[in-house]
Structure formats: C-alpha cells, structure tokens
C-alpha cells in the first residue's frame, strides 16, 4: 500500500505560479505511476497529468502542457507539480493519485484506474 499527502496549495493571482509536492510513505512508491488530476466544484475529476514510475516520462492534458511540469524524486518518496502562468479556469482542489498500470509507460486518465488518492490540497487563481 501507499499512503499519499499532498501540500503546498494555495492562493495566487493570475499569471503567477505555485508548486504543490505529493509525499508518499509505504513500500516500493517507484513501482507506481503517479497522476495528478483536479475537480472544480460541480465538475468532474479531471486529469492533469502523469510521470512514470522511474520519472523518465510525463503526459499531461492539453490545457496545462507547457505551463505544468511534473517531477519526481523516489529517493525521497515524492512527486513535483509545478504550476506557472496559472489562470483563474486552473482553480480547483488538486489530488495525487499512484497507479500499477501493467504496462510501463501506460499512464492511464482515467481516476478509476488509480488505486490510491491523497486527500487533495486548494488552489484557487483570481483575475
């Protein structure tokens, strides 16, 4: 099993940039993938994006590629989203979720597919 804490939300302007950081506890965490998704009231969980197991591949949806950025450091049991030119539509709680997909480099968006979830951490971007 894996037990995942996110932390590092918050609030910042339109424009500015955030980092949030998933910390892991429990074995083997660089067995997992590990996806980042959203939810905004009334909406559905959203993906965000994924790293690989041994962090050499990221995917992400669309509307974040090329202002998000993951990363992960196993030896340290954590995993980086970092968040730039942030927009008030990014505004949601945002949760880290691990995965055992059966084939590596399979980064699943669906939230179904994630075995275990943090307890999600705030991000709220004003105008």
């Known amino acids: 099993q894996v037990q995942l804490v996110e932390s590092g939300g918050g609030l910042v302007q339109a424009g500015g940039s955030l980092g949030l950081s998933c910390a892991a506890s429990?074995?083997?965490?660089?067995?997992?993938?590990v996806g980042w998704f959203r939810q905004a009231p009334g909406k559905e969980r959203e993906f965000v994006g994924a790293?690989?197991?041994?962090?050499?591949?990221?995917k992400y949806v669309d509307s974040v590629k090329g202002r998000f950025t993951i990363s992960r450091d196993n030896a340290k049991n954590t995993v980086n989203l970092q968040m730039i030119n942030l927009r008030p539509e990014d505004t949601a709680v945002y949760y880290c979720?691990?995965?055992?997909?059966?084939?590596?480099?399979?980064?699943?968006?669906?939230?179904?597919?994630?075995?275990?979830w943090g307890q999600g951490t705030q991000v709220t971007v004003s105008s």
């Open positions: 790293i690989s197991k041994r962090g050499d591949r990221t």
């Open positions: 429990g074995r083997a965490f660089d067995s997992y993938v």
């Open positions: 979720a691990a995965d055992r997909p059966p084939v590596e480099y399979s980064f699943s968006i669906l939230p179904t597919e994630y075995d275990y």
